[in-house]
């Protein structure tokens, strides 16, 4: 037996979203935090399914539009419905780099992840995306003289105004060509009542990550410089519904937009 590590001691927002999806990967300080947001909002494992719904019915749209390469940024633990595996069944030749900056994801995803020449894992910051863009890891499996969808799935609400998310995703959409989708779902507590919403702030505040919920039209900058995808910026359960069981609550708002 040895004594847990810091990394297992506290709450990690990675391994909290993998409890709410029904995963294994996760600590009992993650599920103790997890179970904490649940009393608070009952219905969060069904709005963390609903998101991971939409992140497979974008990725699809974006590889039937011929996008072949894909950068997921804040992409988490790995779990049913990677985006890999999503892609490679519409194009096998899809090129797929999985990012984040927590410590702990990486290196479950580079154990749990087949890693080819056309996948990988590496440790980035979105809050630096010049640093992210120039690594030599990044730049051997995506071409950015062709179209990249990057994905901000449920990650842009881990980052601070001050840490500047707007000017973070802007310099992402310069690196990338005409036509590249970007992708995002972000968390709203819109229209809810305060104190949950401040009692739900606090148990993150304890966690690996902050929580910044957005209204509307701060989600909406984020989509600047790029042409909405139909039917625009809405409510992650109403993007593009495909037939698949209708999960009603969504916690956010999710949207694709390509590049001008």
Do not use: K
């Amino acid at each position: 037996m040895t004594a847990p590590t810091d990394a297992e001691q506290r709450p990690n927002v990675a391994r909290m979203y993998d409890y709410y999806l029904g995963g294994c990967h996760n600590f009992a300080a993650d599920r103790a935090a997890a179970e904490q947001i649940l009393r608070i909002f009952p219905d969060t494992g069904i709005a963390a399914q609903a998101n991971r719904h939409f992140l497979r019915r974008a990725v699809r749209h974006a590889a039937e539009l011929g996008v072949r390469q894909f950068l997921d940024i804040g992409a988490g633990l790995p779990t049913q419905g990677s985006v890999h595996e999503i892609v490679r069944q519409v194009a096998p030749d899809s090129a797929v780099v999985y990012v984040d900056y927590d410590e702990v994801a990486v290196a479950y995803a580079r154990r749990l992840l087949p890693v080819d020449r056309r996948i990988t894992v590496v440790r980035g910051d979105l809050r630096r995306p010049d640093e992210l863009l120039a690594r030599p890891d990044v730049r051997a499996v995506l071409d950015f003289d062709r179209p990249v969808a990057v994905l901000l799935v449920a990650v842009l609400h881990f980052v601070t105004d001050a840490e500047q998310p707007w000017d973070a995703v802007a310099r992402l959409r310069e690196a990338t060509v005409p036509g590249s989708p970007l992708v995002v779902s972000h968390l709203t507590l819109d229209g809810a009542p305060p104190l949950p919403v401040q009692q739900g702030q606090a148990v993150y505040q304890r966690s690996s990550a902050p929580l910044l919920p957005r209204p509307h039209a701060e989600v909406l900058r984020f989509l600047d410089g790029y042409d909405l995808v139909e039917p625009g910026l809405v409510r992650v359960a109403d993007w593009r519904p495909d037939g698949e069981p209708q999960e009603r609550v969504s916690h956010g708002y999710a949207g694709m937009g390509l590049r001008r």
